[in-house]
Structures are given as C-alpha cells and as structure tokens.
C-alpha cells in the first residue's frame, strides 16, 4: 500500500518554528516531485511548496516565500518543510504530496498520492 505520512505539526508562538516530515512508504519517490499544500478552515486547499526529483529546483507560494523552506532525502524516501517564522496565518492542516511529474510545479492536479495531513496552530 502506497502512503505518505506526515509529522511534526503542533501548537507554537507566533514567531516560533516548526519542521515538518513527510515519509512514503510502498514505493520509492526519488523520481517524483513532492510538496506541501495546506487548508485552514473555510479555505481551499493552497499551495505552499514544491521541489523537483532531484532537489534542484524548488517553488513556493506568495504567502510561504522567504520564510518556508523545502528539502528531500531521496534515501530516506522523504520530504521536509521547515518553517520559520510562524504567524497566525499559517494554521492549517498541512498535507504532503507526490506528484507523477519531476518538477516542482504548484499545480494540485498534478499530485497523486497524498497525505492524511498534519495539524499546524499557530497562537498570536
């Protein structure tokens, strides 16, 4: 069965930090692009970073740029979001992707497995 699973998500002070994992399991990922999106309440679901299968090229949204930061590990299978610094803006629940394309695009529908999310709260 193929899944991601997210973690790290949590409650933090605005201005804090978090790091957020996401790791597949079922098949291998290292030639996918991978990203996060996020939905806060009454939202739709937005785009918020993606990296290319090799981890050259990366893509963020307005609202995450310059303050959100993307990587991989194509050994560990995974891909991570540290963020940093948080503001109440940025709760949400935060859900890893794999898309079935190799570059970082911000495009949701390019995305095929998805994760059960990770809950982010951020306290003003």
């Known amino acids: 069965q193929v899944q991601l699973v997210e973690s790290g998500g949590g409650l933090v002070q605005a201005g804090g930090s978090l790091r957020l994992s996401c790791k597949g399991f079922g098949r291998t990922f290292s030639d996918s692009a991978m990203a996060w999106f996020r939905q806060a309440p009454g939202k739709d679901r937005e785009f918020v970073a993606a990296i290319s299968w090799n981890g050259r090229n990366t893509n963020y949204g307005d609202s995450v740029r310059g303050r959100f930061s993307i990587s991989r590990d194509n050994f560990e299978n995974a891909v991570y979001l540290q963020m940093s610094p948080l503001n109440a803006e940025d709760t949400a629940v935060y859900y890893c992707?794999?898309?079935?394309?190799?570059?970082?695009?911000?495009?949701?529908?390019?995305?095929?497995?998805w994760g059960q999310g990770t809950q982010v709260t951020v306290s003003s």
């Open positions: 992707a794999a898309s079935q394309f190799k570059g970082s695009t911000w495009r949701r529908e390019a995305y095929d497995y």
